[in-house]
């Protein structure tokens, strides 16, 4: 397990009903037994995991996303809540997160600032979404390099607006341009919301049988 390290954050899944979200963790620490992992919460109580209740686990490196099946061993509730879960044989890897990109059809806001300081805010189609930028379409004409605002707003449950740079643009019809946005100045922070938003909803579609 030289790709999990302890302290990195992994986000359970639960293969049964039993809890339908995605739950947050960390490592905290690898044991001749297996893998401990702190302790999973909802609204802020603990869950009553049960030994043998199976989940799928997943994780980011600097340049790569993974996942593993494993199995709770043990629940420890003192002094602190923990879970002992089974060390995988095996870590699948998902998709270079740089450059995996998520088609979408979702309605977002783009924001351009005016010549005379004011601000212009309008809807635009989020077509597909990546850890680097973004493909929109929208009716307004912009110039290649110019710097726009976008808010994904409920999307992400991101109330900061990312700046973007258009780096391509094309007519996709007679009312409507298609425009290849690339993040600048973003954040470790908001890239991270971004990707792992990706992931969460890539798994949820993939769950139905419509991702891949």
Known sequence: MDKLK????????????????????????????????????????????KKGDK?????????????????VLQRIKKPIYFILIKEPKELKRIQRRDYFRLELDKIMKVHKEK???????????????????????????????????????????????????????SKDDFETYRYGVEFVDINAGEREKIIQWIFSLQRQLRKKGLGQ
């Open 6 to 49: 302890v302290n990195d954050k992994i986000e359970v899944e639960f293969k049964s009903d039993k809890y339908p979200d995605i739950y947050l963790s960390k490592v905290a620490d690898f044991v001749d037994a297996g893998i401990v992992i702190t302790g999973l919460y909802k609204h802020g109580t603990p869950l009553a995991v």
């Open 55 to 71: 989940i799928n686990v997943y994780f980011t490196t600097e340049r790569a996303a993974y996942e593993f099946e494993s199995v």
């Open 115 to 169: 010549k005379d300081g004011s601000v212009m805010k309008k809807e635009a189609h989020l077509l597909d979404i990546s850890g680097g930028g973004v493909q929109i379409k929208a009716k307004e004409e912009f110039a290649e390099g110019d710097i726009i605002k976008l808010s994904f707003g409920s999307l992400l449950n991101m109330s900061e607006l990312i700046k973007g740079k258009i780096v391509r643009k």
